[in-house]
């Protein structure tokens, strides 16, 4: 019987981060992928000091538009309530906001191509406006447009991908 050697590399692993959810991790050999961004927005966080990273995926600006009740069960759904989630999550494992990397996918018009409920414009308004509150600035954003988009962030380099239906991927 010959010898077996292990690898001592860690297993990559790639986390789905769906609409609606927020992800934090530490694992230098994860990566949040975010798939299929339309109107909605998919927001990276990234602390190079601490190589820490998370994301967040919502769909709607606002809560305030929906019952309470669903706000409170389904608070990463909205902008108003999912940022303030991801950046409290971000703080709670130790990470600095002076050290952010923050990138934005999405805010597209799939389905609305006569822009009559601006969705995608509006959720952009909503994730600008909140970052420029807490004095936080976006580094990199690929928004708007008719496609769907592909946003991932490997936690080990904190190099992120954003690929565009028919048009590539650019590395960020």
Known sequence: ???????????????????????????????????????????????????????????????????????????????DTGLPALLEAFVDIGAQTENTKIGIAGGAQIMDQTAEFNIGLKNYEAVSSFFLNHNLSIDYEDIGGICRRTLSLDIGSGFSTIQTLGQGEVHV
């Open 1 to 79: 019987m010959q010898d077996v050697t292990l690898s001592q590399q860690p297993i990559s692993v790639m986390t789905a981060v769906n609409f609606c959810e927020l992800k934090i991790s530490q694992n230098p050999a994860e990566t949040l992928v975010a798939f299929s961004i339309g109107s909605g927005i998919v927001v990276s966080i990234y602390d190079p000091v601490m190589k820490a990273g998370g994301m967040l995926g919502f769909v709607l600006p606002d809560s305030l538009t929906m019952t309470p009740e669903k706000a409170e069960h389904h608070p990463y759904m909205f902008a």
